[in-house]
């Protein structure tokens, strides 16, 4: 895995971005000529109501959806432009994705579970095995890793996510509510992992929360409210 220092380049350029749905025949506007920059080894957290479009705004950056209009720049590369084959290549490349309820296949070990996104990758079952070891070890979880998900705790699952999320080394790590469904022990103990991958290890992490006590644990915060971004909480 490697440690990338924090540079002073833009990663991720959000320019005049609109994202509109069609629900029928009614046209529903969820983000309008939004920008943002994200700097390399920036740990962002993106806060704002239900229906603010945090998730929408995430998933474009991920490669999950495309914009209406306006680009996506990650890595000076246009993501928006991708053939769907190529952007689909480019987001195993370059994307971790941490989700709020984990999303494991209850059948697989953990370990197993982590190995998922290399199977994509030309790695062979030794080089996979090492990634997904060294992977285990950065979240503390080398002793559980034949573990099923049933039989680790909502925090152990978690950990087993972000081991996931970071075993391809992305450049980019998109953590959706990650603590949402946790108490707050187990909570502030996937905050500290995010700040160590953060801190120690170079990774550029935005985060989308509801919660302030999560939020205070990023290097800045946003604010999205009816389709706009600014630095000041939703009053």
Known sequence: MSET????????GIDGV???????????????????????GEFLA??????????????LIGGLDRPTRGSVSIAGERIEQLSDRRLAAWRARHVGFVFQL????????ADRNVELPLLLTHLSKSERRKHVETALAMVGLSHRAKHHPRTLSGGEQQRVGIARAIVTDPTLLLCDEP???????AGDEI????????????????M??????????????VHLNK?????????
């Open 5 to 12: 220092k924090s540079g002073n380049g833009t990663l991720v």
């Open 18 to 40: 609109q994202k509109v749905f069609q629900r029928g025949s009614e046209k529903i506007h969820v983000l309008a000529d939004l920008n943002l920059q994200v700097r390399t």
């Open 46 to 59: 993106l806060m704002g109501p239900s229906g603010s479009g945090k998730s929408t705004l995430l998933n």
């Open 102 to 109: 984990y999303n494991l296949m209850p059948t697989l070990a």
């Open 179 to 185: 603590t949402g469904d946790l108490d707050r022990k």
């Open 191 to 206: 905050l500290t992992l995010l700040e160590a991958l953060n801190r120690e290890h170079g990774k550029t992490i935005i």
């Open 208 to 221: 989308v929360t509801h919660d302030p006590h999560a939020s205070a644990r990023a290097s800045r915060t």
């Open 227 to 235: 389709g706009q971004l600014s630095n000041e909480p939703v009053k």
